[in-house]
């Protein structure tokens, strides 16, 4: 196991905490305990072993999944991450979308990878509850950017109803009289 | 052939090049210019480590022209002429 | 039209406070470059050869008089004194310093404006008709169907990163002015057997290296349907596009790659999990929205078309082809919209000083309901003109050098920024178009020819949209020389098609001869009353290239 897996801080609902995950490639062994977060690949391939462990389990899904792979894994699993090789490659945001609103996966939801500040409100609308920003990344900026707007036009993961279907009187009135 | 250092300033995204003693001009005329090409990408490398101040460096070809009657460096490509020199159509 | 409410006027500011946020961490060197040149994209912040460049946007194109009237004010204290009209309705900016951009964004803030996804990999402003609401043959006005995606596209938080740019049109009328079939979704309002209205919806259209003409993923839509259906097509996209080479990310080349029935299988198949969700259109938002859009308070007004023809036979030569040309008839009788072209000889094509905004807001007050519309040919139309006023109108456009009778006439010339000021560019355009201008701009000329479309591209990158240009000019580098490419028979209109190369590439200093030439073959070859595109449809193009080829 390298040392790079071990980030010292992520975002966890928005608040700055330790990151207790570990990254295991598909060669390692699996260690018995603590939390691991493996490969789809390696899930496929090595499930029952992995279900057995002490610890937490979670899988790692790249921009070319779908998240309906994991459809029929959801109570083995404590976590589920997507990776961003690129900030500039979206794919993820429809990956997480689709396990929150589509699949209905409640539990963890990471994103990591190539994570940066201006991306998270984003992030955060589509599913992400957990967010392991690039290591050079301010934490600060990041959980500033979390509350960048205080309204959105659309329906996402967040809240599924668009602003027209929130738009009772009483909001706008309160929002006047502010 | 010379190679001169170009970039855009952050500020301003107006076309800067690289000067002696590791400055900035935004006068073609001012630019220090590289007859080497290694010490050409040496001083792109350097310019690359500035980049809060300016944007995306690269390198450009130049040539020395005869210009009222003087010998002076220009762009090569029109491309970095018109950047240098500014529109070629007035402004409105 | 669309008015700002709290929501809109809230999130508009609070976009302000984060791009000015943004732009301080890139001058203090938080953010690399790299890093923020997607954020500033998303903002209408490009980097050209001299200076950034801001895409302010005017949604669908429509303005108000005041939010001119601010556009002229951000011209002179933060540019030189001009902007740029472009063909997708927006307003750019040549010279503004970075730090002074989030300036610009409040000053814009304030008239309900912004540049929020100007550019970029995300979903663009959304384009349409500039005689919106308007136009005789309208079948519904799609301005409210415009905002309605506009709202839906702002920082829609899964599509931020698409594989490239998207860009969607929508039209009411059977004539298309808003060029839906070069689009990456083009949607059109129609009627069903039922007598409902709903939209078709198009895919795939676009120019650049691999043009395209949108193909029909769906005959009709209900209109309860729109967003859901949009999101279903974003989302098939945003999956499977490609990433890999950026010449190759546009949606057509996906439609191209699936086959049109394997992606609208697709889109459907995403669909049909989403369309009965929360993203069904409510009545009360289908109206909400629609409110806005409601007629002025139109006077009932006796002569209509009598008076305008009658007006046609002014002995005012000028103004009477400027009638011709530039008044397009309206739904209301005694009414008519009226094309302001700021295109003459000298200028570069669509720039506009500030002055003239100033000017132009002020007389859509005193002529119009205050109400001005940018459109897609780069000029400026005040869509509702007492007929009876027109006169009045043109006199003092004319006494502007704002009167010139050129709409779709030989020199509306559509023009790219060129190598004047684009960086990805292999030749300049606006000199091209001002030879050309200088060259045709006799009214005699102008009328002999009568329609007629000539766009310019200074790249295959096509923003000057030669492909759909009766005559296409595009811009090419040879060994370091300028030559341009001539092409014929394309259009961007309801018969949309796409232009053909006449021959080999041109040098810069015959580009306007073999223009002339195109026009002389055209008028020796013409049917009576045959347009210049249809004249070439029926001929071809050789006979023109023997002409002009000599
Ligand atoms: S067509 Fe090419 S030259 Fe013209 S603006 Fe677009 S990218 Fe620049």
């Known amino acids: 196991m390298s040392e790079s897996n071990s980030r010292p801080s992520i975002l966890v609902n928005g608040q700055i905490s330790e990151d207790a995950w570990r990254s295991v490639d598909d060669e390692s062994p699996v260690p018995s305990e603590g939390d691991v977060i493996v490969s789809l690949a390696r899930w496929q391939r090595d499930r029952p072993e992995l279900g057995d462990r002490l610890g937490r389990t979670a899988v790692r899904l790249d921009p070319e999944h779908s998240g309906r792979e994991l459809a029929d894994a959801f109570d083995a699993l404590d976590m589920i991450v997507v990776d961003f090789p690129k900030f500039t490659d979206g794919r993820g945001y429809t990956i997480a979308r689709r396990l929150r609103e589509q699949l209905g996966w409640r539990k963890a939801l990471r994103a990591q990878g190539d994570v940066l500040p201006d991306q998270v409100f984003f992030m955060q609308r589509c599913g992400f509850d957990v967010l392991a920003l690039r290591a050079d990344k301010s934490l600060e900026t990041a959980q500033r950017a979390l509350s960048a707007f205080s309204v959105s036009y659309q329906g996402a993961a967040d809240d599924p109803r668009p602003l027209y279907r929130r738009r009772p009187e009483g909001v706008v009135r309160s929002a006047r009289a502010s | 052939m010379h190679f001169v250092v170009t970039a855009s300033a952050t500020k301003t995204g107006q076309p800067v090049y690289r000067a002696p003693a590791d400055t900035w001009t935004e006068r073609f005329d001012a630019a220090q210019s590289f007859g080497e090409r290694a010490l050409a990408e040496a001083a792109l490398e350097a310019a690359r480590r500035e980049e809060a101040v300016v944007c995306d460096p690269y390198l450009i070809d130049a040539a020395h022209a005869e210009i009222d009657g003087e010998p002076r460096l220009r762009p090569v490509a029109l491309k970095e002429q018109i950047r240098a020199d500014g529109p070629t159509v007035a402004l409105p | 039209m669309y008015r700002y409410d709290e929501h809109d006027a809230t999130i508009i500011r609070e976009r302000v406070a984060q791009f000015h946020d943004q732009v301080a961490r890139r001058l203090s060197g938080e953010i690399s470059e790299n890093e923020f040149k997607p954020l500033r994209l998303q903002n209408g912040l490009y980097m050209q050869l001299h200076a950034y460049m801001l895409r302010v946007a005017v949604p669908y194109g429509w303005l108000s008089s005041a939010q001119l009237h601010r556009l002229a004010h951000v011209a002179r204290t933060w540019d030189k004194g001009y902007g740029h009209l472009s063909t997708r309705q927006n307003v750019q900016y040549n010279w503004p310093a970075l730090e002074d951009v989030p300036k610009i964004l409040a000053a814009l ?89 709903g939209f078709e919806i198009l895919v795939g259209g676009g120019l650049g290296r691999t043009p395209r003409i949108a193909r029909s993923i769906r005959d009709f839509l209900p209109k309860a349907d729109l967003l859901s259906y949009l999101e279903a097509i974003l989302r098939v996209y945003n999956e499977q596009g490609r990433r890999d080479n950026k010449y190759k990310a546009r949606i057509k080349i996906l439609v191209d790659a699936l086959g049109v029935d394997a992606f609208r299988e697709a889109v459907e198949a995403e669909w049909a999990e989403i369309k009965d969700g929360a993203m069904k259109l409510t009545d009360e938002e289908l109206a909400r929205v629609a409110k806005h859009f409601e007629p002025p308070a139109y006077e009932s007004l006796e002569g209509g078309d009598a008076l305008l023809a009658g007006k046609k036979l002014s002995p005012n030569r000028r103004f009477a082809a400027w009638l011709e040309s530039n008044v397009e008839p309206h739904k209301v009788p005694g009414y008519a919209a009226v094309v302001i072209t700021v295109k003459s000889p000298g200028r570069p094509p669509g720039d506009i000083t500030a002055d003239h905004m100033d000017a132009v807001a002020e007389l859509a007050e005193r002529f119009g309901f205050g109400e001005i519309v940018i459109t897609h040919r780069q000029n400026l139309c005040i869509p509702d003109v007492r007929i009876d006023q027109l006169e009045a109108l043109w006199a003092e456009l004319d006494a502007l050098a704002l009167g010139e009778a050129n709409y779709f006439r030989a020199t509306d010339i559509i023009a790219c920024p060129g190598l004047d000021y684009c960086s990805l560019a292999n030749a300049r355009s606006i000199p091209v178009a001002q030879r050309l201008t200088e060259r045709l701009h006799k009214l005699e000329r102008l009328e002999g020819v009568g329609e007629l479309t000539i766009n310019i591209s200074g790249c295959i990158n096509a923003c000057g949209h030669h492909h759909v240009g009766n005559i296409g000019v595009l811009g090419i580098d040879k060994q370091g020389e300028e030559f341009y490419q001539l092409m014929l028979g394309g259009s961007s209109a309801e018969d949309a098609s796409l232009g053909k190369i006449l021959g080999p590439a041109i040098p810069s200093d015959e580009i306007v001869d073999a223009v002339d030439r195109v026009l002389d073959a055209y008028l020796s070859l013409r049917n009576d009353g045959e347009r210049f595109l249809d004249c070439v449809r029926r001929v071809g193009t050789r006979s023109f290239k023997e002409r002009v080829y000599v």
């Open chain 3, 109 to 197: 803030a304030e008239v309900e404006m912004h540049a929020v996804q100007t550019s970029g990999n995300c979903i663009r402003n959304t384009t349409s008709d500039h005689f919106a609401g308007v136009a005789r043959e309208e079948l519904e006005d799609p301005r409210p169907y415009c905002e309605l995606i506009r709202q839906w596209s702002t920082f829609h938080p899964e599509f931020a990163a698409l594989p490239r740019k998207f860009k969607i049109a929508v039209t009411g009328s059977p004539r298309d002015r808003a060029a839906v079939q070069i689009h990456d979704i083009g949607i059109r309002i129609v009627e069903n057997e039922a007598g409902e209205r």
